[in-house]
């Protein structure tokens, strides 16, 4: 897959997906420790999230440090928004900025 092509492919993932996560493995079967907090954590919240393997196409693995702009993985996106990688997702979760993040966008009333 070209660059161009590749960088296409993971924007249309994040916007066809409310919550994406790029991780190593797949949600039942993470194959790192950081990718498999973050799963948890998601799950947690109890919603529902996309997932791409990165260790199953090395375009996307070093295409989406160059979207992110960021250099590891897992990287998760919220409403199109990068969020970060483990440690910033974990720090997210005990403050309640993720919860507030994952909540159902609401009308305006």
């Not at 199953?56 to 409403?79: C, F, H």
Request: glycine share 8%.
């Amino acid at each position: 897959m070209a660059a161009d092509d590749t960088q296409k492919f993971i924007a249309q993932l994040i916007r066809d997906n409310r919550v994406m996560l790029f991780m190593k493995g797949n949600r039942l079967f993470p194959q790192c420790g950081f990718s498999s907090v973050v799963v948890d954590i998601l799950k947690s919240h109890k919603i529902p999230f996309g997932t791409f393997n990165v260790l199953q196409d090395m375009a996307v693995r070093e295409g989406i440090k160059q979207y992110s702009e960021w250099p590891t993985i897992p990287q998760l996106y919220v409403d199109g928004e990068f969020i970060g990688g483990c440690d910033i997702v974990r720090e997210m979760e005990q403050t309640g900025e993720l919860a507030e993040k994952l909540a159902p966008v609401r009308p305006s009333s």
